[in-house]
Every structure is written in structure tokens, then in C-alpha cells.
T-cell receptor, first 112, second 114 residues
Framework: DQQVKQNSPSLSVQEGRISILNCDYT??????FLWYKKYPAEGPTFLIS?????DKNEDGRFTVFLNKSAKHLSLHIVPSQPGDSAVYFC???????????FGSGTKLNVKP | DTAVSQTPKYLVTQMGNDKSIKCEQN?????MYWYKQDSKKFLKIMFS???????INETVPNRFSPKSPDKAHLNLHINSLELGDSAVYFC?????????????FGPGTRLTVT
């Protein structure tokens, strides 16, 4: 029973265009969300986070949107670059910052 | 200078053996974790230690035993290895109260049980 789902296993985007990665969750107690980026043979690295008191958080080319009523968050990358090609995981926590639930990841391929 | 390191990176062993994976962090964090990435690619938390005390212990077979000799180290010992234990195991650390507790991951240990 997965509480965090990333239903698109892969996404291919042209360089310079927007990449939109989606994540859905089922637990209404989740109030903190993170995105991680993972290159092959490396561990995930933190990218951006959002608290449930906000609906948007921006950091450079990366923006995360949160729709609490739909239990949905998305990561926008604009403009996409070939170096962004990686697996992106979303993770959610219900206030216990020691315990995060991760999705299965979306593999992004940005074509030059 | 590696922040979270794991050894070994690859581990191939036979069913029934006992093996250990070591993890060290030099970030001064007070909390460490073990995750298992299964065949479906989900990252699932197994254990979490805060200042050497076990604080999260998910439904994991008791063949898995974490040990934290100090807050910079969290090792994972697995007894009587089974085929289903084959996975990538990630160690991570975080600092409680620091900007929402984002975790820093090691590079992973790919365990293959034959």
C-alpha cells in the first residue's frame, strides 16, 4: 500500500522546454514534501521542498506546486537541460521529519 | 570529501550467509537511516536512529539488525540472507530541526543474493 505514487515511470523532454513531474499522495496527514534527484550509481540528493502552508516554492529553474485538495504535487523544471536527466523521487512526511514516504521515481530524459 | 559513505558498494553472496553493510557520515548529523530500494524502485525506510537510539523500526524481518556504535555510524547486519533480500540499500542522515529534515544519502550498496 503505497502512500506516495509517481505514476509516470519516465518522461522525455527536449532541451529548453518545460519538464513537469507529478506525484500523488493518499495520506491527508502529510504536510511536508520533498523532491530528490538521483543519478545512476549515486544516492538521491535533495532538490527542493514545500510545506503544506504554501502552494508554491521556487528555487531557480525548479518550482514545486502543491494542491492539497487534490493531494497532488508537481515539479516544474524550466528550462530543462541535458544535465537534468536523472530519476526524480518525491517524498512526503506527516510531521515526523524522521519518516518520509517515497514514490517510485520518474526517469527524466532531456534530449539535446 | 564524501558526506555519507557506505561500504561495500557491491555485495554478492549466497543464501544463508550473514553479511554487514557499513555507513558513516561526517556531517555531524544526529539522525541516520537505512532504506531499501526494491525491484519496483520504491525507497522504503527500514530503520532510523537518533543519537544512537532506535526511533523507527519498520516491519522488517528480525534477520536485519542495525547497530549504531556512535552517532556518525549506522551499520546494517543481515543474518541468513534470502533471495528476496536482493536490493539496493541506502544509508542516509539528517539533522533534526534543520530546514525540514532533508536527508543526505550515501551512494547505495547493491546486494545480490544467489
Amino acid at each position: 500500500d503505497q502512500q506516495v505514487k509517481q505514476n509516470s515511470p519516465s518522461l522525455s523532454v527536449q532541451e529548453g522546454r518545460i519538464s513537469i513531474l507529478n506525484c500523488d499522495y493518499t495520506n491527508s496527514m502529510f504536510d511536508y514534501f520533498l523532491w530528490y534527484k538521483k543519478y545512476p550509481a549515486e544516492g538521491p540528493t535533495f532538490l527542493i521542498s514545500i510545506s503544506s502552508i504554501k502552494d508554491k516554492n521556487e528555487d531557480g529553474r525548479f518550482t514545486v506546486f502543491l494542491n492539497k485538495s487534490a493531494k497532488h504535487l508537481s515539479l516544474h523544471i524550466v528550462p530543462s537541460q541535458p544535465g537534468d536527466s536523472a530519476v526524480y523521487f518525491c517524498a512526503a512526511s506527516g510531521g515526523n521529519f524522521n519518516k518520509f514516504y517515497f514514490g517510485s521515481g520518474t526517469k527524466l530524459n532531456v534530449k539535446p | 570529501d564524501t558526506a555519507v559513505s557506505q561500504t561495500p558498494k557491491y555485495l554478492v553472496t549466497q543464501m544463508g550467509n550473514d553479511k554487514s553493510i557499513k555507513c558513516e557520515q561526517n556531517l555531524g548529523h544526529d539522525t541516520m537511516y537505512w532504506y531499501k530500494q526494491d525491484s519496483k524502485k520504491f525507497l522504503k525506510i527500514m530503520f532510523s536512529y537518533n543519537n544512537k537510539e532506535l526511533i523507527i523500526n519498520e516491519t522488517v524481518p528480525n534477520r536485519f539488525s542495525p547497530k549504531s556504535p556512535d552517532k556518525a555510524h549506522l551499520n546494517l547486519h543481515i543474518n541468513s540472507l534470502e533471495l528476496g533480500d536482493s536490493a539496493v540499500y541506502f544509508c542516509a542522515s539528517s539533522q533534526e530541526g534543520l530546514a525540514g529534515g532533508e536527508q543526505y544519502f550515501g551512494p547505495g550498496t547493491r546486494l545480490t543474493v544467489t
